[in-house]
């Protein structure tokens, strides 16, 4: 029943390989680089909000390119907004771009399984197959790291209009508590009808319109 399981989840991990190929588009689509060059557009029309949130997105796609970095900080730091720099732990292991990662730990999950099944079938060199569910293993950490590392990514926005007002309740005439710059970087913890409850870099909290912000991972 073991053996039969887990030739089971083989068959499986082929078929999603096969599934993803197909996926992928044969163009360039959303890129690293068409978002680069979309964030320099930007950058150049006077528009630093869209240019940071260009920016942003393509850095996810490449990973510590440090020409998207450096194009950052060009446009953040005349409006005196602080680039928050990476520790050296997720310098280290956020290497690749998101569809490399799960592409990466699809391959470490048939590795485990080839590994365990061979083991099951009791195939000779058994360090062979042991090393395999290693680097299996091995693999599926390194996925599990980089998806740590990027979850805080999912709930970040960029403030696209200037002087956006953060309230202290999710109205339209609430009370202003402090004004957000265009092109800071937030995180949104809530959402209430058309206002976000988003906390800066610096710790202060309020409600913005969610026409002002836009996500850094863009929503389908």
């Given at each position: 029943?073991?053996?039969?399981?887990?030739?089971?989840?083989?068959?499986?991990?082929?078929?999603?390989?096969?599934?993803?190929?197909?996926?992928?588009?044969?163009?360039?689509?959303?890129?690293?680089?068409?978002?680069?060059?979309?964030?320099?557009?930007?950058?150049?029309?006077?528009?630093?909000?869209?240019?940071?949130?260009?920016?942003?997105?393509?850095?996810?796609?490449?990973?510590?390119?440090?020409?998207?970095?450096a194009?950052?900080?060009?446009?953040?730091?005349?409006?005196?907004?602080?680039?928050?720099?990476?520790?050296?732990?997720?310098?280290?292991?956020?290497?690749?771009?998101?569809?490399?990662l799960?592409?990466?730990?699809?391959?470490?999950?048939?590795?485990?399984?080839?590994?365990?099944?061979?083991?099951?079938?009791?195939?000779?060199?058994?360090?062979?197959?042991?090393?395999?569910?290693?680097?299996?293993?091995?693999?599926?950490?390194?996925?599990?790291c980089?998806?740590v590392?990027?979850?805080?990514?999912l709930?970040?926005?960029?403030?696209?209009?200037?002087a956006?007002?953060?309230?202290?309740?999710?109205?339209?005439?609430?009370?202003?508590?402090?004004?957000?710059?265009?092109?800071?970087?937030?995180?949104?913890?809530?959402?209430?009808?058309?206002?976000?409850?988003?906390?800066?870099?610096?710790?202060?909290?309020?409600?913005?319109?969610?026409?002002?912000?836009?996500?850094?991972?863009?929503?389908?």
């Amino acid at each position: 029943m073991i053996v039969r399981a887990q030739l089971a989840a083989l068959i499986i991990g082929v078929v999603v390989l096969g599934c993803q190929a197909r996926a992928q588009p044969a163009e360039g689509g959303y890129s690293a680089a068409g978002l680069y060059n979309l964030g320099n557009a930007y950058a150049r029309a006077g528009k630093p909000g869209m240019a940071v949130l260009n920016y942003e997105r393509a850095s996810l796609l490449a990973p510590n390119d440090p020409d998207i970095e450096a194009n950052l900080r060009a446009v953040r730091e005349p409006l005196h907004l602080r680039s928050e720099s990476r520790n050296w732990f997720e310098r280290a292991v956020v290497l690749a771009s998101p569809r490399m990662l799960s592409w990466i730990g699809l391959l470490g999950l048939m590795a485990v399984g080839a590994g365990l099944l061979a083991e099951q079938l009791a195939i000779r060199h058994r360090w062979t197959c042991r090393a395999a569910t290693l680097c299996g293993v091995a693999l599926i950490g390194l996925t599990v790291c980089n998806g740590v590392v990027l979850w805080p990514r999912l709930h970040e926005a960029v403030v696209i209009v200037n002087a956006t007002p953060a309230r202290v309740s999710p109205a339209p005439m609430g009370e202003t508590s402090f004004v957000l710059p265009e092109a800071e970087t937030v995180k949104m913890t809530a959402q209430y009808e058309d206002f976000a409850l988003v906390q800066t870099r610096a710790g202060r909290t309020g409600w913005v319109s969610r026409a002002n912000l836009a996500p850094v991972v863009a929503q389908p």
